[in-house]
């Protein structure tokens, strides 16, 4: 049996305040990883559009990773934004929630981004891995 919000800042064991300020956390470390994304993005653009063909299917795979975590943040970053507003309108006595309901969205949203943030993990190594291989095939070409 679940219980029922009634919007006040502190419910049960759900600090609404806490909530809100975490979801802020969290776009705010989307907004940095879009930053760094649009960096690969440039250098990708830049430094390996004329790669040799060995590293050319590497760079390939690494540009599709790059892809998918753009979209992943932006459907991430709408829910989050979705979620905030949900917040801001319960801390301000406009709407009530389901406690048991709030609280499986907030745990849902925060594994999310920590599996969003593996995903850039094993993107930036697979991109220092292909940039060492291209520096290697540049320097045995020289």
Known sequence: M???????????????????????????DLDFLED?????KKILKLHFSNTVEATAVQIELVERQ?????LNKHVIKAELNNYR????????NMITQDE????????????RIHLLNQSYQ?????LFHVTE??????KAST
Not at 8 to 22: H, P, Q, T, V
Not at 122 to 126: L, Q
């Open 122 to 126: 094993s993107f930036k190594n697979e």
């Open 100 to 111: 048991d309901f709030l609280r499986e969205q907030h745990r849902t949203l925060e594994l």
């Open 133 to 138: 291989d291209l520096m290697g095939h540049k």
């Open 2 to 28: 679940s219980t029922r919000i009634y919007p006040l800042e502190k419910l049960g064991d759900i600090n609404l305040a806490d909530y809100y300020s975490r979801a802020n956390e969290w776009l705010n």
């Open 85 to 92: 507003e949900m917040l801001d309108l319960l801390i301000k």
């Open 66 to 70: 790059l892809a998918k975590l753009e």
């Open 36 to 40: 760094e994304l649009r960096f690969f």
